[in-house]
């Protein structure tokens, strides 16, 4: 890769920036060493962290050494958020959660060989800081007027919750960090996202003042879809999490099926390792003939075999397609059976339920008498099977309790059968 910052720039995830030109000529004197922070405000990471992810991968697959840092400090603080205050959670909650997220990013990078990363720790430097050293050290190289200013900061101060010292203190934290890596590593660059450039700024800064020397950022944009939303924000949860228990594989890939036309250009750039030729030419079926959904099948496949491998990735698409009576439902793992009905809706409902009823129970019709005609139309699956008659109950369920019901071609639920 000749032009690490042409090629994040085509895979629109450069949206901020310090001074590009003195930073490509750093990078061209390279390697240089760069690094990233992610806090453990919850048991896993989600999609958006997924792009600072592949970002630091880019960077060091152009020959760059990455600093993967998971704030088991910072975490304990938490990052200001518009609306209101975080709440703090235990020590040993943080602990467990700082493995686990260190787990999650150790696939993505490469720990060997010349441009090998590093997992770093900023309650290593921190713990030991006494108040008085923080605030004579660190914190007389900040002025309020500037903290105040931030947008995450600016934004509380205006609500009526207003804003903890605890919070408002989170940047000073943040620019600590990268001045302890400039000094420890020589890290002269920090990757994050555009919403937290204030706190990115704050580590130059802090750099620029205590040393004198230049340091640089990379900010990446917001993913939204197309209403405006943060990706992934209409998956239920709140967040759609990297985490195959809280965010199931099929959820995953079914999500990234269906993100709409406009989207699945800049999403294959930003979320795959595709090559460009590929891209153009996915974009350019995708907006010919979008009724194949090429480019949404391609994206969902190579991002869910990103982040959960190959043989969940083959799973997920095989259930996919057998669910609609394109394959043979018999052959699915119970999870992932169980993970697509869960998306299309899941009831409950005792062994000897009637196929009309199953029908009014998981909402693909308004009432036994509807089910019927449903089912005198043709109209009528169970187990990808046409339905003849609509008062008996299911004879054999898959792995003994589960019923794919589906009226018509599309539309789709699942029930659970009692014992």
């Avoid at 760069?34 to 020959?63: E, K, W």
């Avoid at 959670?89 to 490469?110: C, H, K, S, T």
């Avoid at 990757?191 to 580590?203: E, F, K, M, P, V």
């Amino acid at each position: 890769m000749t032009d690490v910052i042409e090629e994040l720039q085509w895979r629109e995830v450069l949206a901020l920036s310090t001074d590009l030109d003195e930073l490509r000529a750093e990078l061209a004197r390279g390697p240089v060493t760069y690094y990233c922070g992610f806090d453990p405000t919850a048991p896993s990471l989600h999609i958006g962290n997924l792009v600072q992810i592949l970002t630091m991968r880019r960077l060091q697959l152009a020959g760059n050494l990455p600093l993967a840092l998971v704030g088991g400090a910072t975490g304990l603080i938490g990052d200001p958020r518009p609306e209101s205050e975080r709440q703090l959670q235990e020590r040993d909650v943080i602990a467990e959660w700082v493995g686990r997220i260190r787990r999650q990013i150790e696939p993505y990078l490469d720990f060997t060989g010349t441009y090998a990363a590093r997992m770093v720790n900023n309650l290593d430097w921190t713990s030991q800081l006494s108040a008085i050293d923080f605030l004579r050290d660190v914190g007389k190289y900040f002025r309020v007027n500037r903290m105040l200013a931030k947008d995450a900061v600016s934004a509380r101060l205006n609500s009526d919750a207003g804003i903890s010292y605890t919070e408002f203190s989170y940047q000073i934290l943040q620019g600590y960090d990268f001045l302890e890596l400039f000094r420890r590593y020589g890290c002269k660059l920090q990757t994050g996202g555009s919403d937290q450039w204030g706190n990115l700024t704050a580590g130059t800064e802090l750099i620029r003042r205590v040393t004198g020397e230049t340091a640089h950022l990379i900010a990446t944009p917001l993913i939204t879809d197309e209403q405006g939303n943060k990706l992934g924000k209409s998956t239920g949860g709140g967040a759609m999490w990297l985490d195959p228990t809280m965010t199931s594989p099929y959820a995953m890939y079914q999500y990234f099926v269906n993100v709409g036309d406009g989207q699945v250009g800049s999403l294959l750039r930003t979320f795959t390792f595709l090559e460009r030729e590929e891209i153009l030419a996915l974009e350019k079926e995708t907006a010919e003939r979008p009724h194949l959904r090429l480019g949404h099948r391609r994206l969902a496949e190579e991002i869910t075999r990103f982040v959960h491998g190959e043989a969940e990735t083959a799973a997920v698409i095989a259930a996919s397609g057998a669910l609609f009576g394109r394959g043979e439902l018999a052959g699915l793992p119970e999870s992932t059976l169980h993970a697509a009905l869960s998306e299309a809706g899941l009831v409950e409902a005792p062994r000897d339920t009637s196929v009309a009823e199953l029908f009014r129970l998981a909402g693909l019709v308004a009432g036994r008498g509807e089910a019927r005609r449903v089912v005198a139309e043709g109209g009528a699956y169970v187990n990808n099977e046409r339905v003849t008659d609509a008062d008996v109950a299911v004879a054999t369920p898959l792995h003994g309790k589960y019923v794919v019901l589906r009226r018509g071609k599309r539309t789709l639920a699942g029930a659970v059968l009692l014992p």
